[in-house]
């Protein structure tokens, strides 16, 4: 295995992400380069068009030489099971159609009568059903974490006049807030603003470079935090915060409401569906008994 790792190593760095990013023209050619093998396992073979199109082409260099490697572990390794098992196992047991068949027709219909629930049912779901089934059951929508709403700026350090700029961040003066929309349309790396809707703070916990351990402890001493790399300045202000001890707003709960109330009509939806399905099939003489 450490040879095996060591050969795709080598492979990578020779030139494999050069050939990754060949233009769409290139690849069209007859004498493609990514048609060329990178591993053959008795007539199964990964090309380095497999590897072009599985990579993902936001990644970094380094990371893509690392996701290729795994790429190719993973193939082979799998190729290797599948071999092993078509050796071992009887014609029988690799008969697996009727299973793909059954799976199929379960999935397919599956997909159907969701289509359709979501169609009929989804549209005839109300605010006042869903503010009904959260008064009586909200005792079931306790947070698992902080949610809040506000603004998450990320600024370049170079940007220009930042230091005027910011007491113009904590403000929430509609006269203020619309400064602070026209600045960082024009200069923020990243601007959210999330104030008319719950976001979880892990969203932006993800963002920062130094991750708040305690997001409850840190919000419930202040709502504007700031933080800082090489680059860039962090700006996070929150207007509204629930905590993980609480439980869920209506506004925030309403999608998983509407959920459950769809999941409610389901079985009573299919059984009709079924039966219309039925009636149709014998009226147009799709149903032919014998």
């Not at 869903?130 to 306790?142: C, D, I, L």
């Not at 976001?199 to 470079?209: A, D, G, M, T, V």
Request: with cysteine; aromatic share 12%.
């Amino acid at each position: 295995m450490r040879s095996f790792s060591k050969s795709i190593r080598i492979f990578v760095f020779q030139g494999l992400i050069g050939l990754l990013i060949l233009s769409a023209s290139c690849r069209q050619s007859s004498n493609d380069p990514l048609n060329i093998p990178v591993v053959d396992i008795e007539g199964k073979v990964l090309t380095q068009r497999d590897l072009y199109e599985a990579v993902p082409h936001n990644m970094s260099k380094e990371d893509s030489l690392v996701f290729v490697q795994d790429y190719i572990t993973r193939w082979v390794k799998t190729q290797l099971q599948l071999r092993k098992a078509e050796l071992n196992l009887t014609e029988e047991e690799k008969n697996i159609e009727k299973l793909l068949d059954d799976y199929r027709t379960s999935l397919l219909t599956h997909q159907y009568q969701q289509k359709l629930l979501e169609q009929k049912y989804a549209p005839m779901i109300t605010s006042s059903e869903v503010e009904r089934y959260y008064a009586e059951m909200k005792e079931n929508f306790p947070l698992r974490e902080v949610i809040i709403k506000g603004i998450f700026i990320k600024m370049p350090l170079t940007a220009p006049n930042l230091q005027q700029f910011e007491p113009f961040i904590r403000s929430k003066k509609p006269a203020d807030m619309l400064e602070v929309e026209g600045y960082c349309i024009q200069n923020a790396k990243k601007f959210d603003q999330f104030i008319d809707r719950w976001i979880p703070f892990s969203q932006i916990n993800k963002e920062l470079p130094n991750r708040v351990d305690d997001p409850s402890a840190l919000l419930r001493s202040q709502l504007y935090y700031t933080d800082q790399d090489l680059e860039f300045k962090y700006y996070l202000v929150v207007h509204e915060v629930v905590f993980d001890d609480e439980l869920a707003p209506l506004e925030y709960a309403s999608e998983r409401i509407k959920s459950i109330l769809l999941n409610k009509k389901r079985v009573e939806f299919i059984h009709q569906l079924e039966e219309d399905l039925y009636e149709e099939g014998l009226e147009q003489k799709i149903v032919k008994f014998y």
